[in-house]
């Protein structure tokens, strides 16, 4: 199983495509670096925090940030 974030997708779907990743991070409320590592494709194992602050922010579900494709 792979659980894909696609925090790029959501950036620029949500109109955020020309913020950096230092600003999201700060409006967000969470450090750059996960923000980078996730719309980057990175590993990176969110906690349930960070997505809840995310799915806060860009106003979507947890469904929205994640894609599950088996493995």
Request: aromatic content about 12%.
């Amino acid at each position: 199983m792979v659980i894909q974030i696609k925090l790029k997708e959501i950036i620029k779907e949500k109109g955020y495509g020309d913020w950096s990743y230092r600003d999201l991070s700060k409006a967000i409320g969470i450090s750059h670096l996960p923000l980078w590592k996730m719309a980057t494709g990175e590993p990176y194992n969110p906690s349930l925090e960070m997505l809840d602050k995310l799915c806060g922010f860009f106003k979507c579900k947890p469904g929205d940030l994640l894609d599950y494709k088996k493995g």
